[in-house]
């Protein structure tokens, strides 16, 4: 095969791999059918990417790749900014990749990550070294910056917080639209959820401030 010929087939391969990872999952997924959806030989999977699992790492990457440059998690984010912007603007970038660009593929590729965080693959490892890890790693800077000198498990808790909050809001979509529609994440309510988890994190991060100040001050003399 030359070269463009090779990028051809790639390039097809991952595009129908998409889509029938997107329908099927990975489980019901096979190698046969993303072939026969790209129109191209059934050893291309191999020659290409080397195995099923690798091709889906490539799909999950690619998504995860295109969010980012579309939802940066430091949208107008300045050198001077505060760390409070900088926390409101991460939240709002990653309920944005959650919430998605209206694409149902998209949508359901976003659905087999989350299902990676829920049940982990074989491949899981491998998925958040590339893509969980550096997101969850801007988040925890931001909340350092907020709380120096603090234990690492407590930044580390009020970090998971801040992101279990976003994750709850996509994962029980569906929930919060039956139960409580006003308050369901939605393309115009992003502001509004947004202002809500850092308000409410900002409020447990000054309160562990708050703790920390009166545990280091000293006793009072006259007390």
């Given at each position: 095969?030359?070269s463009?010929?090779?990028?051809?087939?790639?390039e097809?391969?991952?595009?129908?791999?998409?889509?029938?990872?997107?329908e099927?999952?990975?489980d019901?997924?096979t190698?046969r059918?993303i072939?026969?959806?790209?129109?191209?030989?059934?050893?291309?999977?191999?020659?290409?990417?080397?195995?099923?699992?690798?091709l889906?790492?490539?799909?999950?990457?690619e998504?995860?790749?295109?969010?980012?440059?579309?939802?940066?998690?430091?949208?107008?984010?300045?050198?001077?900014?505060?760390?409070?912007?900088?926390?409101?603007?991460?939240?709002?970038?990653?309920?944005?990749?959650?919430?998605?660009?209206g694409?149902?593929?998209?949508e359901?590729?976003?659905?087999?990550?989350?299902?990676?965080?829920l049940?982990p693959?074989?491949?899981?490892?491998?998925?958040?070294?590339?893509?969980?890890?550096?997101?969850?790693?801007?988040?925890?800077?931001?909340?350092?910056?907020?709380?120096?000198?603090?234990?690492?498990?407590?930044?580390?808790?009020?970090?998971?917080?801040?992101?279990?909050?976003?994750?709850?809001f996509?994962?029980?979509?569906?929930?919060?639209?039956?139960l409580?529609?006003?308050?369901?994440?939605e393309?115009?309510?992003?502001?509004?959820?947004?202002?809500?988890?850092?308000?409410?994190?900002?409020?447990?991060?000054?309160?562990?401030?708050?703790?920390?100040r009166?545990s280091?001050?000293?006793?009072?003399?006259?007390?």
């Open positions: 095969m030359n463009v010929s090779d990028n051809c087939t790639k097809r391969l991952l595009d129908a791999a998409k889509k029938v990872f997107a099927y999952g990975f019901e997924t190698v059918a072939c026969a959806r790209a129109g191209v030989n059934l050893a291309a999977v191999n020659y290409h990417f080397g195995s099923k699992d690798k889906y790492l490539a799909v999950l990457e998504f995860f790749r295109l969010a980012a440059d579309k939802f940066p998690l430091n949208a107008d984010i300045g050198q001077n900014s505060s760390s409070e912007d900088k926390l409101r603007a991460y939240i709002r970038g990653f309920l944005n990749r959650l919430l998605g660009d694409d149902p593929i998209n359901k590729l976003g659905r087999l990550l989350m299902a990676e965080l049940n693959s074989e491949c899981f490892d491998t998925i958040a070294q590339r893509c969980i890890h550096p997101t969850y790693d801007a988040l925890y800077s931001i909340v350092r910056e907020m709380l120096p000198d603090t234990d690492a498990a407590i930044v580390h808790r009020c970090a998971g917080s801040i992101a279990g909050q976003c994750l709850l996509d994962y029980a979509r569906g929930v919060i639209q039956r409580r529609p006003e308050l369901a994440l393309a115009d309510s992003i502001g509004s959820v947004t202002d809500f988890i850092a308000e409410f994190s900002l409020g447990g991060i000054a309160r562990i401030l708050a703790e920390k009166s280091c001050s000293p006793p009072n003399p006259s007390a």
